[in-house]
């Protein structure tokens, strides 16, 4: 019960002075709306499946843009660490381009693949990739040392090391990565949807902007919020249970 407070008690507080201020019109209804009428819009939202269509068609970009991402992202790294000489000539560009924040290549995105679904899946690409690159070869160049040696002690070749030793004592880093990935994936989507796109929970917001309705910008910051504290829960449920399953100590692996 007492974690339950402390987890809770600074959002239920949030919405009391909300409730409060907006019955006692502490701020003008136009900026912050009312909590009935946010309540109202959101359950019109969700009868006519307006909020359920966008926020499927901003999942299914966030799936498809993460799927390209592990695809690239982890192989990659794989091949890297196998193989340091030919990163030592990708280095120097990724630490370039890892620190360029996506949304700064919005514009010659938009120029080069226009305003279609091809840009904002490249978006959520340069997002999720890093986090998934960067964990997994730390997890792979950080392997225990005498656990290598262990096999080699039973003459396993290069392969049999990396498949038995190397890439098992890697997963915990890796799957912390496809954590985070997500998460990247999400809110870079949000910030293309409101920039360039006619669907999404991004493009829900700016509309409700460019109308005046502040409630609809409520819900849709909401939706994104709940939805978000779902995946990531959901991620580190799947995580634990599978760290778990294998005997691996998970306390202080994924964050909270």
């Known amino acids: 019960m007492k ?17 409060v201020g907006s019955h006692f019109s502490w701020w003008s209804s136009y900026i912050i709306p009312e909590p009935k009428k946010v309540l109202l819009t959101a359950i019109k939202l969700l009868k006519n499946g307006e909020l359920f269509k966008h926020l499927a068609i901003s999942v299914i970009r966030i799936f498809l843009g993460f799927i390209i991402s592990v695809l690239i992202g982890i192989p990659s790294a794989i091949i890297f660490t196998i193989f340091p000489k030919i990163y030592n ?9 890892k620190h360029i924040p996506p949304f700064a290549l919005i514009p010659m ?8 679904e091809v840009s904002k899946i490249l978006i959520i690409v340069l997002a999720s990739f ?6 997994t070869f730390k ?6 040392k005498k656990l290598i040696e ?11 090391i990396f498949k038995k030793i190397v890439l098992p004592s890697s997963i915990p880093d890796i799957l912390i990565g496809l954590k985070l990935g997500i ?14 796109a006619s669907s999404g929970i991004g493009y829900l917001i700016l509309d409700g902007q460019q109308m005046s309705r502040s409630d609809v910008i409520v819900v849709g910051i909401f939706s994104i919020g709940i ?11 799947i995580i634990e249970k599978y760290m778990k399953k294998r005997g691996v100590f998970y306390e202080q692996q994924i964050y909270n």
């Open 109 to 116: 995105i938009i120029l080069w693949f226009g305003i279609g």
């Open 150 to 160: 262990v096999g080699q002690v039973f003459n396993f070749n290069k392969l049999e």
């Open 89 to 97: 000539y990708f280095k120097v560009i990724l630490d370039f381009i």
């Open 130 to 135: 890093f986090p998934i690159f960067i964990n």
């Open 227 to 237: 939805f978000g504290v779902f995946m990531d829960y959901l991620c580190s449920k």
């Open 183 to 196: 998460g990247y994936s999400w809110r870079a989507i949000i910030g293309a949807e409101m920039i360039a």
């Open 139 to 144: 997890g792979i160049i950080s392997c225990d």
């Open 3 to 19: 974690n339950f407070i402390k987890k809770y008690l600074f959002i239920f507080i949030i919405i009391l002075l909300w409730i």
